[in-house]
């Protein structure tokens, strides 16, 4: 009856291990912010090769993901992104989750 119990003592922290060390790592990607700025593109024959966000707080490089080329069709426009940053070697990337056109943008 004890080893059976002791058993089912090590599948539970077994369980509980691996949550706590799941959990770590999702947050190792990084917290969902809000940023609001204006899109750059650059191109070279009509595809896009780099998108950047420019806010107050400085630039991020985007993501050329699905989400991150559609947010490079809004070149020259504000728009509020929905996304998750990154740094390397002092570069801000940011992965988009989802945009927006800023409601009063004049161009």
Do not use: H, P, W
Request: proline residues 0%; aromatic residues 4%.
């Amino acid at each position: 009856m004890f080893a059976k119990k002791q058993r089912v003592g090590i599948v539970l922290l077994a369980m509980l291990t691996a949550a706590i060390l799941a959990s770590t790592c999702f947050a190792a990607e990084g917290d969902t912010v809000k940023l609001q700025g204006t899109v750059s593109v650059t191109k070279e024959a009509d595809v896009i090769k780099s998108v950047q966000l420019t806010t107050d707080d400085g630039a991020y490089n985007v993501e050329l993901d699905e989400k991150g080329l559609a947010l490079g069709e809004m070149d020259g426009k504000k728009v509020e992104v929905e996304g998750t940053v990154s740094e390397k070697d002092g570069q801000k990337s940011l992965k988009v989750l989802m945009f927006k056109a800023v409601e009063g943008d004049t161009k």
